[in-house]
């Protein structure tokens, strides 16, 4: 079995940052793309950011230059540093992989339970 858990959510006034960080474990043998996407309350989840396996990156415009993804394949872990936060940054925040996993099959799309990012103007 695969496992996402994520770290790093809180409280934090607009201008702040935050650093998340959403670690992977369990029967893995590969993993391609990782993912940021957060959902605010009465809104749809959304895509924020995407890190491939050779490092390229996605962000939405929303965000550019202001939230870095990044990962470290030797921890299988996704990064999310967060900058300059505005309050309409507050939502859930959910990391999402694509896994190889060696119990075969796959590749298959693993969530973490999601991390509450809270700006405060």
């Known amino acids: 079995q695969v496992q996402l858990v994520e770290s790093g959510g809180g409280l934090v006034q607009a201008g702040g940052s935050l650093r998340l960080s959403c670690a992977a474990s369990?029967?893995?043998?590969?993993?391609?793309?990782m993912d940021w996407y957060r959902q605010a309350p009465g809104k749809q989840r959304e895509l924020v950011a995407t890190?491939?396996?050779?490092?390229?990156?996605n962000y939405a415009n929303s965000v550019k230059g202001r939230l870095t993804i990044s990962r470290d394949n030797t921890k299988n872990t996704v990064y999310l540093q967060m900058n300059s936060l505005k309050p309409e940054d507050t939502a859930v925040y959910y990391c999402?992989?694509?896994?190889?996993?060696?119990?075969?099959?796959?590749?298959?799309?693993?969530w973490g339970q999601g991390t509450q990012v809270t700006v405060s103007s």
């Open positions: 999402n992989a694509v896994i190889i996993s060696t119990a075969g099959g796959g590749p298959w799309r693993y």
């Open positions: 890190i491939f396996s050779g490092g390229s990156t």
């Open positions: 369990g029967t893995i043998f590969s993993i391609n793309a």
